[in-house]
């Protein structure tokens, strides 16, 4: 099976940085989308951001100007630069490809942002 895989998170100060990376464990052809969904502690999944094979993007507004979505090799890889993190980051991230009518979940990787 084809899997998603999740890498970069870790523990940073409040004001800091870090760049998750997700790629596909195997080559997955014809990706619609490519997304990093986040779950904290107590609450739901939420979407943080998308992108398209076109370049197009969309992140929630609590990340604007903060976090950049970026991919590589037809969204088989996609990246997450995260900056200026706040306590309220601190969550899971998820990252999801959709294509067809499939979808891909990776396993997470756990963000911590102390104050």
């Known amino acids: 099976q084809v899997q998603m895989r999740e890498s970069g998170g870790d523990w940073v100060q409040a004001g800091g940085s870090l760049r998750l990376s997700c790629a596909a464990s195997?080559?997955?052809?014809?990706?619609?989308?490519a997304s990093w969904y986040r779950q904290a502690p107590g609450k739901q999944r939420e979407l943080v951001a998308t992108?398209?094979?076109?370049?197009?993007?969309y992140y929630t507004d609590s990340v604007k100007g903060r976090f950049t979505i970026s991919e590589d090799n037809a969204l088989n890889t996609v990246y997450l630069q995260m900056n200026a993190l706040k306590p309220e980051d601190t969550a899971v991230y998820y990252c999801?490809?959709?294509?067809?009518?499939?979808?891909?979940w990776g396993q997470g990787t756990l963000v911590t942002v102390s104050s």
């Open positions: 999801n490809v959709a294509y067809g009518s499939l979808e891909v």
């Open positions: 195997k080559s997955i052809f014809g990706i619609n989308a």
């Open positions: 992108i398209t094979p076109g370049g197009n993007t």
